[in-house]
Each structure stands twice: as structure tokens, then as C-alpha cells.
């Protein structure tokens, strides 16, 4: 584990972001896939990911957080709509990717009339 933190910095932080984390480092909230915020005095922030290093990971309350947006840390506990889904990272090049519909030009129907 020692050895992945110093020589790889896609598992997770690199030493730099683990030594900064220590010192520095005030822990703020995680959030439901494991993500760890923390922020330090000088208000800088910055996440610790629970797995692979993937942008995408970052929930839409905790990105706005991140980015200075707002200063309100997100809450587990907030009420959320019915229509609101839960966040999904960035599907592309897994078997759930947005695949469009082929049309061929024997099938494409006009919508409207050419002008004689």
C-alpha cells in the first residue's frame, strides 16, 4: 500500500496530497460513494477519492462545494425530489453508455415539403 501511495498517483492521492491531507488538512464531509473532502485554513479544498481517480465521481452538491459555489457543506439529510436521480459517474466505455439510434437515409422521413 506504501509503495502504490509514493509511485502511483491514479490509486487514490499522490504522497504530496497525503502529506498535505496530514498537516494541513481540516476533514469537512465525505459523501455516498466513500469521497473524502477536507479544506484548509486558507479555505483551499480539495477531495480524497475512495477508489480510482475519476472527476466524474464528485456528486453536483459536493462539486459546487468544491468550487466555491457555495459554503454551505452538503448534508446527507437534505430533502431530495422525486424526480432527482442519483449521481452516476461518466458511463463512457462501459456496457451503460449512451448509444444513439442508427438511421439510415432509406428510413428518414421529411418533416416538411421542398418548395417548387
Known amino acids: 500500500m ?6 502511483t498517483w ?4 499522490t504522497i504530496g496530497t497525503f502529506f498535505k491531507t496530514l498537516f494541513f488538512g481540516k476533514y ?10 477536507y479544506k484548509s ?5 480539495w477531495v480524497i477519492y475512495s477508489k480510482n481517480i475519476e472527476a466524474t465521481k464528485i456528486t453536483s452538491d459536493w462539486y459546487l462545494w468544491i468550487h466555491h459555489t457555495i459554503d454551505k457543506v452538503p448534508d446527507k439529510k437534505e430533502k431530495r425530489y ?11 466505455g ?7 439510434v442508427k438511421i439510415s437515409k432509406n428510413n428518414l422521413k421529411k418533416k416538411y415539403e421542398t418548395w417548387k
Open 94 to 100: 462501459t456496457n451503460y453508455s449512451f448509444k444513439p
Open 28 to 37: 469537512v464531509g465525505s459523501d455516498e460513494h466513500g469521497n473524502k473532502y
Open 82 to 92: 422525486k424526480w432527482q436521480k442519483d449521481h452516476l459517474e461518466n458511463q463512457t
Open 2 to 7: 506504501f509503495f502504490k501511495i509514493i509511485f
Open 10 to 13: 491514479w490509486n487514490k492521492q
Open 41 to 45: 485554513k486558507q479555505n483551499e479544498r
